[in-house]
Structures are given as structure tokens and as C-alpha cells.
């Protein structure tokens, strides 16, 4: 069964230190790739997607995702976190891209706490 | 940038009340989605919208559920009869192709009682 799964629901870093979060899918045809943001009170708002070509992607506010074929894992990242990084983070996946709809099934979220 | 509207921000309503999710969806996009996520749980899709009929819904949107696009600008997502397992954030979202990056409005807070 195709599936998204985010390692970790919570995480915690101190400021200036790397973000990673983890997310790993389950098919047996590459989709495609997406990180949301959700800011308290707010939408989501996407960070970086992967679609083809390649596989280091660079996002907005200096995130970047590697898409991983063999390890089926596009883990996000960031060098060096800031206060504003504190949200929540989803995982999205498009499961065989088709000619009509745009499904995205998430993974269930990692919120970021970042520390002084 | 342009903005997903959606309204209201909250809504509580009895069991067994029909209600209607309103958003406007940025003006030049021609895809449009609803998704729902219920408290602990992962965002769920449940219906994509294109040229003025239903591309794909999930198991979730069965007959009670409809979305309709009435005047060109506003796209609703309607409940006949609610049922508490309903209460969830509802989130409309557009994007202007196909695998384009979704806009997601600040979603709609369901809540039955």
C-alpha cells in the first residue's frame, strides 16, 4: 500500500543548529515530492517540491530536500535554524501522477520547536 | 502573494445540520481541492475540482458531501447532514496547473455537536 511516513511528530533544536526532518514513502514508481509548511493560524505553504531532474532540491527560507530512489526518502533540511522555523512541517507525496488530479497524501506532520 | 480565502474561520454546528465551507481560490487558477484534517490525524485529501466537475474524491466524500463552484469566483465544499466524526480543519486549496504548487487557505474549523 503507498503510504508517507514522517519520523518523528515532534523535534527540537537549538537556534544555529541543523534542522533534519525525515520522510520516507512507500511505492513502487517514483512520485513526486513536496514539503508544506504551517505557521500557527496560517495555510500551508510549500516549501520545495521535486518533481524530475535532480535530486537536491532548494526551497524557500534555506531549506533544501534530497530525493533518495533507493532509500525512497526525501528528508528535509536546513544548516542553521532560526526562531522563525518553529511550525509544523508536512511531508506530501503524489502517488502515480495521472492526467486528472492533483492528490496529494500527507505524512503526519513534524512540529519544530526551536530553542534560544 | 496571492492568497486562499476561506470563511468562515471557525464553525460549530448542531448534529444532523447541513453546512457550507466557503473559499475563494486565487483568481487565475483552475484546480481546486478540499482537504480535511481531524485532530491528531494526517491532512486527508478529499475532493479535486476541474472544469466545473469532480476529477477525483476520496472514500471520505461520500453523498453527503458536495463542492460546487457557483458564480466563477467561489468554491464550497457542502455538508447535508453532519455527523460528529465531521469535526475537523477543513482546508480548500487551488493551483493554476496540474503538479503546480498548491495554495492552501488558513482552513475552516468544524466543529459538531
Known amino acids: 500500500a503507498q503510504s508517507v511516513t514522517q519520523l518523528g511528530s515532534h523535534v527540537s533544536v537549538s537556534e544555529g543548529a541543523l534542522v533534519l526532518l525525515r520522510c520516507n514513502y512507500s511505492?513502487?514508481?517514483?512520485?513526486?515530492l513536496f514539503w508544506y509548511v504551517q505557521y500557527p493560524n496560517q495555510g500551508l505553504q510549500l516549501l520545495l517540491k521535486y518533481t524530475t531532474g535532480a535530486t537536491l532540491v532548494k526551497g524557500i527560507n534555506g531549506f533544501e530536500a534530497e530525493f533518495k530512489k533507493s532509500e525512497t526518502s526525501f528528508h528535509l533540511t536546513k544548516p542553521s535554524a532560526h526562531m522563525s522555523d518553529a511550525a509544523e512541517y508536512f511531508c506530501?507525496?503524489?502517488?502515480?501522477?495521472?492526467?486528472?488530479?492533483?492528490?496529494?497524501?500527507f505524512g503526519g506532520g513534524t512540529r519544530v520547536l526551536v530553542k534560544p | 502573494e496571492p492568497e486562499v480565502t476561506q470563511t468562515p474561520s471557525h464553525q460549530v454546528t448542531q448534529m444532523g445540520q447541513e453546512v457550507i465551507l466557503r473559499c475563494v481560490p486565487i483568481?487565475?487558477?483552475?484546480?481546486f481541492y478540499w482537504y480535511r484534517q481531524i485532530l491528531g490525524q494526517k491532512v486527508e485529501f478529499l475532493v479535486s475540482?476541474?472544469?466545473?466537475?469532480?476529477?477525483?474524491k476520496s472514500e471520505i466524500f461520500d453523498d453527503q458531501f458536495s463542492v460546487e463552484r457557483p458564480d466563477g469566483s467561489n468554491f464550497t465544499l457542502k455538508i447535508r447532514s453532519t455527523k460528529l466524526e465531521d469535526s475537523a480543519m477543513y482546508f480548500c486549496?487551488?493551483?493554476?496547473?496540474?503538479?503546480?504548487?498548491?495554495?492552501f487557505g488558513s482552513g475552516t474549523q468544524l466543529s459538531v455537536l
Open positions: 475540482f476541474y472544469n466545473n466537475e469532480i476529477s477525483e
Open positions: 506530501a507525496v503524489l502517488f502515480r501522477p495521472k492526467a486528472a488530479g492533483n492528490k496529494l497524501t
Open positions: 511505492s513502487s514508481v517514483p512520485p513526486y
Open positions: 483568481s487565475n487558477h483552475l484546480y
Open positions: 486549496a487551488s493551483s493554476e496547473a496540474l503538479y503546480e504548487k498548491l495554495f
